[in-house]
C-alpha cells in the first residue's frame, strides 16, 4: 500500500493535529518536459516569502513564463475529509511500517517461504473474507459478463483459488464471527443500560470511525462500543477456537482477512489485538478486495469459471457460512438492537423510520402502540460530514462539551428541550466512516466507466469540484474510473443489490410450527455458546446453552478480554509544525 507523498513526518507520534489545515501544498497538472540528464528533475518549485509556491526550470528561469518572464504561481489542491480518509498520509510513521507489512505481497510472501505441513516450522495459512467483499467481486463479474452470481458462487471460487493456486488449507467468510459479534453487541447495550456504561452506544466496527474519534474526538470514547468487530473475532476463533480443534497454537496459524476497507490494516496492527504470550496477532495480515482481484488476474485465475458444488450450501463447514443479519450491508448493528427490543415487550411496537437530509442519515424510533411511550432510539450514520452532526448531536444531548483531541466536560442531563417536550436522545448509532456504508469501502473494486457529470459528492452534498481542487475522475485504458472520487453511488446500490441476493436469514420470531427444523442461525446461536463455554471455561458448563447466560465472575472477565477490547485517546506530542513539506 503506499502513502501520498507529499509528507514527511519527524517521529513516531506525528499525526497532523486537528487544528492544523489539511492541504496537499501545490497540484501540478502539466506534463513533465522531457529530461536531459538521467535521474535529473526539469523543473523545480521555490517558495517566496509569502509562502506562495511558484515553478521554475531547474537553472532558476520560469518556466510557462508569460512573454514578460512572470513565473508561473501554482496553485493549492484542498482535500476534503473522504479524500483525507482514503489517502492515509497522515498517519503515523510507526503505523505507516506497520501497514506496508500489510499487503498481499506480504502474503505471497509468507505463502511462498512457508514450509510444507509435514515440516517443522510449518504455519496454517487461514483465509477469512468479508461479505461485503463477496458482494464487489459478484457485483464486477455480474456486470462485466452480464450473468448475474451470487455470494455462495464467489465464495466458492474463492475458495478455490486460495486454496489449489496459494496454498491456504482453510477459507471462511466473516458471517459467523459477525453473528458473535452482534450477540456480544447486545449483551453490551444491555449492560450499559443498567448502567453499566455510557449511553448513547456508538458502534465500533468502523476503524476509519475509531481512528477519528481517538485522535479527533476523545470525548467520544466512553461512548463507543467495546466489542470487537467481525475481523478481529474472526481472529480470536481461528488463533483460540479453531487452533485448539486443530491441535496448534496461535503462533502456528497464518491469518489472512479479505476486507472492504484500507483502514482495517490497522485495525489489525493495534496492540489489543496482539498476543505477548504467542508473539502473534489475531489477524497477520489485511489485504483489500483489490489486492486479492489483483492477485486472482497475476496468477491468470478466471472468477467467471465456476468449480464444483458451488451453488450448494456446506451444512457440514466447521462454521456456518454466508449468514444474513437483516438491516444494513455494513453488519446490522442498529437492527440487532431493535429486533431484541422488539422481541423483549410483551405488546404490540411500532417502527418509524425518518431520514435527515439523506438515506446515509436515518433515525429509527420504536414506540410501544398502545401507549406511544419511545422505548428506544437509534441512528444510521454514514460519512463524515453526517458523522460530525452526530457527534455534536449526541454531546449535546449527552451533555458533554465536543471539542477536538482534548477529553470533554460533563455539562448536564441527556434529555434535551424542545418544543416544550422531553425528546428522547439516542440509545444508540450505527456508525461508519464511509458514504453508502461497508459495500462503498475504499478497498473494493471501482465500478465501471461512466461519464463524470455528477455535481453532488457521495454524501449527497452539492461541490464544485474545480474549485475544491479535485480532479474529476476519467476512464482509464482498463474501463475503470481513474481520479479522486470516492465511489459511485449507482454503483454502491449494484454492490448493495448483490449483498442481500439469495442469502438465508432468521426465522420469523415466534418461528411458525412447520419450521421446527434446525436453521443456519439454530446452529449458529448453538455453536456461538459452544465458543463461548470453550474459550471462557465457566464452572458449570451445562447451565450456558446461549450467548446471554451468565458466567462466573472469572469466566465474565476471560469472556471481555477475548471479545471486546478499548480505545484510549492519541494526543500528539508535537506542534503541528513539526512537519517538513
Not at 224 to 236: E, F, H, L, N
Not at 361 to 375: K, N, S, W
Amino acid at each position: 500500500m503506499a502513502f501520498s507523498g507529499a509528507l514527511t513526518l519527524t517521529d513516531l507520534n506525528d499525526f497532523i493535529t486537528p487544528s492544523q489545515a489539511c492541504i496537499k501544498p501545490v497540484e501540478q497538472t502539466n506534463a513533465p518536459q522531457e529530461i536531459i540528464e538521467p535521474g535529473a528533475a526539469s523543473t523545480e518549485i521555490v517558495i517566496d516569502s509569502s509562502g506562495s509556491y511558484y515553478e521554475v526550470s531547474a537553472n532558476g528561469a520560469s518556466t510557462n513564463a508569460s512573454s514578460k518572464g512572470t513565473e508561473r504561481k501554482l496553485q493549492q489542491a484542498q482535500i476534503s475529509l473522504n479524500d483525507c480518509l482514503a489517502c492515509s498520509g497522515c498517519i503515523t510513521s510507526a503505523e505507516s511500517v506497520l501497514i506496508t507489512l500489510q499487503s498481499h505481497t506480504e502474503v505471497l510472501n509468507f505463502l511462498d517461504s512457508n514450509p510444507s505441513v509435514s515440516t517443522p516450522g510449518h504455519k496454517i495459512p487461514v483465509l477469512s473474507i468479508a461479505p461485503q467483499s463477496l458482494a464487489s467481486l459478484a457485483a464486477s463479474l455480474s456486470s462485466s459478463s452480464g450473468s448475474p452470481v451470487s455470494l455462495r458462487q464467489i465464495l466458492r471460487r474463492v475458495r478455490a483459488f486460495s486454496t489449489r493456486i496459494l496454498g491456504f488449507e482453510h477459507v471462511y467468510d466473516t458471517t459467523f464471527p459477525r453473528h458473535i459479534a452482534l450477540l456480544e453487541h447486545t449483551q453490551e447495550f444491555l449492560e450499559r443500560k443498567k448502567g453499566d456504561g455510557k449511553l448513547p452506544m456508538l458502534a465500533s466496527a468502523c476503524p476509519g470511525w475509531i481512528c477519528y474519534a481517538e485522535k479527533a474526538h476523545s470525548e467520544m470514547l466512553p461512548f463507543i462500543a467495546r466489542t470487537k468487530s467481525p475481523q478481529q473475532v474472526m481472529g480470536t476463533l481461528v488463533k483460540s477456537w479453531l487452533g485448539n480443534r486443530w491441535g496448534v497454537q496461535p503462533d502456528q496459524i497464518y491469518h489472512v482477512s479479505v476486507m472492504p476497507c484500507y483502514d482495517k490494516k490497522l485495525e489489525a496492527s493495534r496492540q489489543d489485538f496482539y498476543s505477548d504470550l504467542y508473539s502473534t496477532r489475531d489477524v497477520d495480515c489485511v489485504i483489500t478486495t483489490g489486492e486479492l482481484e489483483i492477485m486472482m488476474r497475476d496468477k491468470g485465475w478466471d472468477l467467471s469459471q465456476p468449480v464444483e458444488d458451488e451453488g450448494i450450501p456446506d451444512f457440514h463447514a466447521e462454521i456456518p457460512e454466508l449468514l444474513s443479519h437483516p438491516g444494513t450491508s455494513s453488519g446490522s448493528y442498529l437492527q440487532s438492537l431493535i429486533n431484541f427490543v422488539t422481541a423483549s415487550q410483551s405488546s404490540p411496537v411500532d417502527l418509524t423510520v425518518k431520514s435527515i437530509r439523506t438515506s446515509d442519515y436515518e433515525e429509527f424510533t420504536l414506540r410501544a402502540r398502545d401507549t406511544g411511550e419511545v422505548l428506544f432510539k437509534g441512528a444510521k450514520c454514514y460519512g463524515f460530514r453526517n458523522l460530525q452532526n452526530v457527534v455534536r448531536k449526541v454531546g449535546r444531548e449527552a451533555g458533554v462539551q465536543v471539542g477536538r483531541g482534548a477529553a470533554g466536560r460533563l455539562a448536564g442531563m441527556r434529555a434535551k428541550k424542545r418544543g416544550g417536550e422531553d425528546e428522547k436522545g439516542y440509545d444508540y448509532v450505527e456508525v461508519m466512516a464511509c458514504p453508502g456504508g461497508c459495500v462503498n469501502g475504499g478497498g473494493q473494486l471501482k465500478p465501471i466507466a461512466q461519464a463524470a457529470s455528477q455535481k453532488e459528492d457521495e454524501e449527497g452534498f452539492t461541490r464544485n469540484w474545480q474549485e475544491s481542487g479535485v480532479q474529476m475522475p476519467v476512464p482509464g485504458e482498463d474501463g475503470t474510473m481513474q481520479g479522486a472520487k470516492w465511489g459511485n453511488k449507482e454503483w454502491t446500490k449494484e454492490v448493495e443489490r448483490v449483498y442481500w441476493h439469495d442469502l438465508p436469514t432468521p426465522p420469523p420470531s415466534p418461528r411458525p410450527h412447520d419450521q421446527d427444523l434446525e436453521t443456519p442461525f439454530d446452529r449458529a446461536d448453538h455453536l456461538a455458546a459452544q465458543v463461548k463455554v470453550d474459550l471462557c471455561h465457566p464452572t458449570d458448563r451445562s447451565l450456558h446453552e446461549t450467548w446471554a447466560s451468565i458466567m462466573d465472575e472469572e469466566a465474565e472477565k476471560q469472556r471481555r478480554e477475548l471479545f471486546r477490547t478499548q480505545y484510549r485517546a492519541v494526543e500528539s506530542e508535537i506542534v503541528g509544525l513539526a512537519v517538513k513539506w
